[in-house]
């Protein structure tokens, strides 16, 4: 089983940045990784995914504005989000997938608001 653990959430102005971390208990090499937001009263969406080989995909939102990437040898994914908005404020989930396993985070909570 891997534990996965978020951080680096915050509250944040309107414009600004924040760098998401995922530190897993485990390898996360064969995992598809992705990052995951809710919103109250909503379902958990996609924000971005990034393959065991690399290629990364974004929901709409996040295209250009937000980048995903991974260090398998320190078994961390990032989420590096640039010019946020407010309705970019959620819980931010991690998840680790691969056939037959799904694995969440705790979340963080990412607050935009002057």
């Known amino acids: 089983q891997v534990q996965l653990v978020e951080s680096g959430g915050g509250l944040v102005q309107p414009g600004g940045s924040l760098r998401l971390s995922c530190a897993a208990s485990g390898s996360i090499s064969i995992y598809y990784m992705g990052w995951y937001r809710h919103f109250p009263g909503k379902q958990r969406e996609l924000v971005a995914g990034?393959?065991?080989?690399?290629?990364?995909n974004y929901a709409d939102s996040a295209k250009g504005r937000f980048t995903i990437s991974r260090d398998n040898a320190k078994n961390t994914v990032y989420l590096q989000m640039n010019s946020l908005k407010p309705e970019d404020t959620a819980v931010y989930y991690c998840?680790?997938?691969?056939?037959?396993?799904?694995?969440w985070g705790q979340g963080t909570q990412v607050t935009v608001s002057s």
């Open positions: 998840n680790a997938w691969k056939v037959g396993t799904n694995y």
């Open positions: 990034i393959s065991s080989g690399g290629n990364t």
